[in-house]
């Protein structure tokens, strides 16, 4: 058995294939997520698990250098874009690394969720409660 805090196989597998500057999405539960574009589904029930829960776990699991997320999330969900923020400190302090923050309106974070390695779904319903890491490299 795995001694990392990551059990689930399908995105413990993902973190693992990961390449430089490759992206991985962590959505609430509504986000629409395309037909083409790989789906790890860890809802559950409305808010099992979080996105905190979800965040915290892939960041002990993944090396990133970059993020991306949708202006509307810093007026609407204050409180988890400032929690957010908060863990991704912590990850730059943890790390030495920088880590840029971007920000895209909600319908370009949509259409660039698209392009991610995979959608990993959480059950969180909080609005806009959504990132896409870009994958650094640990040298």
């Not at 960041?59 to 874009?81: C, R, T, W, Y």
């Not at 949509?110 to 991610?116: C, M």
Request: glycine fraction near 6%; charged fraction near 20%; aromatic fraction near 6%.
């Amino acid at each position: 058995m795995k001694k990392s805090p990551l059990l689930h196989s399908e995105l413990s597998y993902l973190i693992a294939t990961l390449g430089h500057t490759d992206e991985v999405t962590i959505c609430d539960a509504g986000l629409p997520i395309s037909d083409e574009t790989t789906r790890i589904d860890l809802a559950l029930t409305l808010g099992v698990p979080t996105f905190a829960q979800t965040v915290d776990v892939f960041l002990k699991e993944a090396q990133i250098e970059g993020v991306v997320l949708a202006e509307e999330f810093k007026q609407v969900s204050p409180d988890h874009h400032a929690t957010l923020l908060q863990r991704i400190e912590v990850e730059k302090q943890t790390t030495g690394k920088n880590i840029t923050i971007q920000y895209v309106s909600h319908e370009e974070f949509k259409v660039r969720t698209q392009l991610s390695r995979a959608v990993v779904r959480t059950g969180e319903c909080t609005p806009y409660a959504n990132v896409i890491f870009q994958s650094g490299v640990t040298f």
